[in-house]
């Protein structure tokens, strides 16, 4: 553990016994580290983070928007008779009373209880899991259905405005900076198809069909706590993107990456596909737990949740490329345009399963 790791929890307010420090977790965005307190009653564990200023240039936005919603959450939690340090994140305060401390580096760094006996699993392999990840992202969206949305700030401003989203790409495909537009005219013209139906889900929150939502915005499998003896979803976790969104985000972002039947950046493009048994074993475990809290048009839009988040990070993907790989990281040529091929796949496989999609919404109520 080097000089700067034991400044930075110094200024934790933790019990007194022998620390050490070491990374933990495979996440791609901050610096994660397990601490642990070797006190008299046993040992004490801790989650500290480095919140990376990159992604997130107002990182205090971020823990403002944690501090709120988790507060929020445990009050929830426990008026139903659960455990709040269990069923949500606790943030662990520094010793001037922020849930923060400024490193010597200039970097914000927060910390966490750790939630005992739990697990995480990267990707859902069986439907019974998926479900299990519906259910959890359902709940996080029942109990905060009460939440006022509005008072969150947008920790990465437009995230999942697939609008903006579309104009981004298609400043790429004017500024044509890796000189790659001619290799990607199918690509382009795939997008440019769907100029209109981009809108169609802040166009119902303008119009009043739906209403403004926490949303997670990064709704993977690996980000719900797993009870290590009975499997069951304990604790939604990475709640640095909770912001203001639509319901459709999370229901949405979740079928892009958990019911696909292939990798994010599968270059045999006949092995992508939507499996429709991943699709309903989300949905049921995502409506059985959030179903009361959400209007029956929120509902309908769910399917095309899934088909714009899909498309919108195919848009991503395809706008990075263009601009010379500057955001995603890769790691062999082309590799960007395979993950926007990836995506643009899978949305069409939804198209052609389109009525089955909607069918199954139905039939779940």
């Not at 307010?13 to 610096?31: F, K, L, R, W």
Request: charged share 30%; net charge negative.
């Amino acid at each position: 553990m080097n000089e700067t790791i034991k400044k930075v929890i110094s200024q934790f307010v933790m019990p007194q016994g022998e620390t050490e420090a070491a990374p933990y977790g495979n996440g791609h965005i901050n610096d994660t580290l397990c601490v642990i307190v070797h006190t008299a009653q046993g040992r004490k564990r801790y989650i500290l983070q480095r919140v990376n200023s990159y992604v997130f240039p107002k990182p205090t936005n971020v823990i403002e928007n944690i501090e709120k919603v988790t507060a929020y959450l445990k009050d929830i939690i426990e008026k139903e008779g659960g455990n709040p340090e269990r069923e949500t994140l606790t943030l662990v305060k520094a010793r001037d009373g922020k849930n923060y401390v400024i490193g010597e580096d200039g970097e914000l760094w927060r910390m966490y209880l750790f939630v005992e006996e739990t697990k995480s699993v990267d990707l859902p392999d069986t439907p019974e899991l998926f479900a299990l990840s519906g259910r959890a992202f359902g709940k996080f969206q029942q109990q905060l259905g009460g939440f006022d949305a509005s008072v969150l700030h947008e920790t990465i401003v437009d995230f999942h405005n697939t609008p903006a989203r579309y104009a981004q790409l298609e400043d790429a495909i004017a500024r044509n900076a890796a000189g790659r537009l001619e290799l990607v005219s199918e690509e382009v013209a795939f997008c440019k198809k769907y100029e209109r139906e981009v809108h169609t889900l802040l166009d119902a929150l303008k119009a009043g069909e739906i209403p403004l939502r926490v949303t997670h915005n990064d709704t993977k499998l690996n980000n719900v706590l797993l009870d290590a003896e009975s499997g069951e979803g304990v604790c939604v976790i990475d709640l640095d993107t909770v912001m203001p969104g639509l319901a459709a985000y999370d229901f949405g972002d979740s079928i892009r990456s958990g019911a696909n039947t292939a990798a994010e950046d599968e270059r045999d493009l006949s092995k992508v596909d939507i499996s429709l048994d991943m699709f309903r074993a989300f949905a049921e475990g995502f409506l059985a737990e959030a179903g009361a809290a959400l209007n029956q048009r929120e509902k309908e839009l769910l399917p095309m949740g899934a088909k714009l988040m899909t498309l919108e990070c195919g848009m991503r993907f395809l706008a990075d490329y263009l601009n010379g790989d500057k955001y995603f990281r890769i790691h062999r040529e082309n590799h960007n345009l395979d993950r926007a091929r990836t995506q643009f796949t899978l949305v069409r496989r939804m198209e052609e399963k389109w009525d089955e999609m909607m069918d199954i919404i139905a039939k779940i109520g």
